[in-house]
């Protein structure tokens, strides 16, 4: 990137200076206001489940030691003790699996063999949506060990939840996916076409893995939402926003990560691609952020009222929207993945994210 900072480019009173094209600091946007200042909740069987689950995938994945340790220190159990406090030790297990089996599934696409070949990528999302065909067959365990795993995620929420919820789990996870080709194809475009800031939230929304992560969270907490009210435009507005909050605050928290990888879906260098310098598309993401908080309020406002029956279940719903950003981002601050314990406190504390190891 050849980001040119200058005295304009400063905020609250802190300038930035620049190195190999970069500034060397650059001040985020407050991520825990409005409805994401509510006081966290973490799941009890947290740490009961976090050693069987680390233990159980590194085997099942065949990690070696170096792998495994860095599954370990990434806390998948964590974020879904954050996302999904109220769960118990069995469905907050498979939230953890679910989780193991997204972010290696997702990092094939974003870093790994799938990220510019749309048609392998196409044949990879065939494979695995078939597995949520009724009747399906098991994958090899050893040829497809993530198809596999999906396999036994979807067996396990299929005895749990009702026909509504079946076919909403069926209706995120292919809202992702598909997701996943676009951002495949536009990764693959990269040289020729700069996406425009709306282009990467229409992409963005669905491959932060919140559609069907919110599904697992609804199983996970024994929510029964019929299909009327999930289909109701209100509901969908509240499961984008929480969309749109997680992968705000994951592009920033990550972003370092990102340049690093050469990973170049981040709204940050997105924006810094369409002229913006860093910390101006620091701003942005936080108007963005602004934005979310409003739409959330006004996709309250306009919620119809259907009985108490089933208002219950739209308003434990709404709060399985609520926790997925909001378990997202206490975990992003936490988790090895992005920052670890002590940056991600002090980056909580100041605001200010140092990117002075940036070539």
């Given amino acids: 990137m050849s980001s040119i900072i200058t005295a304009s480019n400063r905020t609250n009173g802190n300038s930035t200076t620049v190195t190999n094209g970069h500034p060397t600091v650059v001040r985020i946007p407050d991520m825990f206001g409005s409805i ?30 170096r792998e495994a340790d860095k599954n370990r220190k990434s806390d998948f159990c964590f974020c879904a003790s954050a996302m999904a406090p109220h769960a ?16 290696y599934f997702d ?13 392998a990528a196409q044949e990879e999302i065939n494979q695995t949506l078939a597995v949520l065909d009724d009747g399906k067959k098991f994958p090899d365990r050893d040829l497809y060990p993530l ?24 209706v995120t996870h292919r809202r992702y996916l598909d997701g996943l080709l676009h951002q495949v194809e536009a990764t693959r475009n990269s040289n ?37 009210a999930f289909e109701h435009p209100s509901v969908q507005e509240c499961i984008a926003v929480s969309c749109d909050l ?3 605050h994951n592009d920033i928290v990550s972003y370092k990560k990102d340049v690093k990888s050469g990973i170049e879906h981040n709204i940050i260098s997105v924006l810094n691609k369409n002229g ?68 991600g406190y002090r980056l909580h504390e100041t605001r200010l994210l140092d990117l002075l190891d940036l070539e």
């Fill in 276 to 343: 913006l310098s860093i910390q101006k598309a620091m701003d942005r993401a936080g108007e963005l952020q602004s934005e979310c908080y409003r739409r959330w309020y006004v996709a309250l406002a306009n919620m119809p009222v259907w009985g108490e029956r089933v208002d219950r279940e739209v308003l434990k719903y709404i709060q399985a929207c609520h926790s997925f950003p909001l378990g997202d981002l206490l975990w992003s601050f936490q988790t090895a993945r992005y920052l670890g314990p002590t940056e």
């Fill in 107 to 119: 990092d094939a696409f974003d870093e790994g063999r799938l990220d510019r070949d749309p048609r």
């Fill in 192 to 228: 020729r076409h700069i996406q425009t800031e709306d282009d990467y939230i229409k992409m963005r929304r669905r491959t932060v893995g919140g559609y069907p992560c919110i599904s697992l969270i609804a199983y996970a907490h024994d929510i029964n939402l019929p299909q009327m």
């Fill in 88 to 103: 118990d030790a069995e469905a907050l297990r498979t939230m953890v699996d679910w989780l193991n089996w997204i972010f």
């Fill in 246 to 248: 997680a992968w705000i």
């Fill in 147 to 170: 198809r596999y795993l999906f396999h036994t995620i979807w067996d396990r929420v299929k005895k749990r939840v009702s026909s509504d919820m079946q076919l909403q789990f069926k």
């Fill in 36 to 65: 994401m200042s509510a006081e966290p909740v973490v799941n009890p069987y947290h740490f009961k489940v976090k050693a069987a689950a680390d233990a159980w995938i590194a085997e099942f994945l065949k990690m070696g030691k």
